[in-house]
Antibody
Framework: EVQLLESGGGLVQPGGSLRLSCAAS????????LSWVRQAPGKGLEWVSA???????TYYADSVKGRFTISRDNLNTLYLQMNSLRAEDTAVYYC?????????WGQGTLVTVSS | EIVMTQSPATLSVSPGERATLSCRAS??????LAWYQQKPGQAPRLLIY???TRANGIPARFSGSGSGTEFTLTISSLQSEDFAVYYC??????????FGQGSKVEMK
């Protein structure tokens, strides 16, 4: 089955760190760029970051630049390292296949930043 | 940054009726426009890209049109499974690929 499965979300204090993972299956992982998109509770979609198929190019929204790092490995997993977290980073984080048009979405993982 | 504005915020439609959603860009994005559908508690799903090309497996009742700054998503005959929130996304000026705020299609 073609799917993406996120993990790693949870409750973290402001200023803390969290690493999200996204496991891909059912397609040729190395042939696709990958994306992260988030959705704050009750709000719309916000593009966060993307990485090229080779991993050689990375892109970030201004709101997370310098705090978040996207990466990928050769074992079909995408990552998002999130540092210096703020309350406004609270959201469901979705990983996605391809960029800029996201052709396949994971089910999402909730990140809550609160003291 | 290009701002995407969707209208209406909410559209009340009866099953079998036609639904038309609009998306306007603050500057031209050519035909680099995608539409996504999101049902409650679910991840978004790609419907349309390139303003008018249906993604794999998307029923023919979904159609997209427009170019430049004005775009339309039309659902020709609403089915019960089509009640959802719809988002447009421009990717002409990327990054970022900015999304609209969403339009909710609800049952009348």
């Amino acid at each position: 089955e073609v799917q993406l499965l996120e993990s790693g979300g949870g409750l973290v204090q402001p200023g803390g760190s969290l690493r999200l993972s996204c496991a891909a299956s059912g397609f040729t992982f190395g042939g696709h760029a990958l994306s992260w998109v988030r959705q704050a509770p009750g709000k719309g979609l916000e593009w966060v970051s993307a990485i090229t198929d080779s991993g050689g190019g990375t892109y970030y929204a201004d709101s997370v630049k310098g705090r978040f790092t996207i990466s990928r490995d050769n074992l079909n997993t995408l990552y998002l390292q999130m540092n210096s977290l703020r309350a406004e980073d609270t959201a469901v984080y979705y990983c996605g296949r391809d960029s800029p048009v996201i052709t396949l979405w994971g089910q999402g993982t909730l990140v809550t930043v609160s003291s | 940054e290009i701002v995407m504005t969707q209208s209406p915020a909410t559209l009340s439609v009866s099953p079998g009726e036609r639904a038309t959603l609009s998306c306007r860009a603050s500057q031209s994005v050519s035909s680099t426009l995608a539409w996504y559908q999101q049902k409650p508690g679910q991840a978004p799903r790609l419907l349309i890209y390139g303003a008018s090309t249906r993604a794999n497996g998307i029923p023919a009742r979904f159609s997209g049109s427009g170019s430049g700054t004005e775009f339309t998503l039309t659902i020709s005959s609403l089915q019960s499974e089509d009640f959802a929130v719809y988002y447009c996304q421009q990717y002409n000026n990327w990054p970022p690929g900015t999304f609209g705020q969403g339009s909710k299609v609800e049952m009348k």
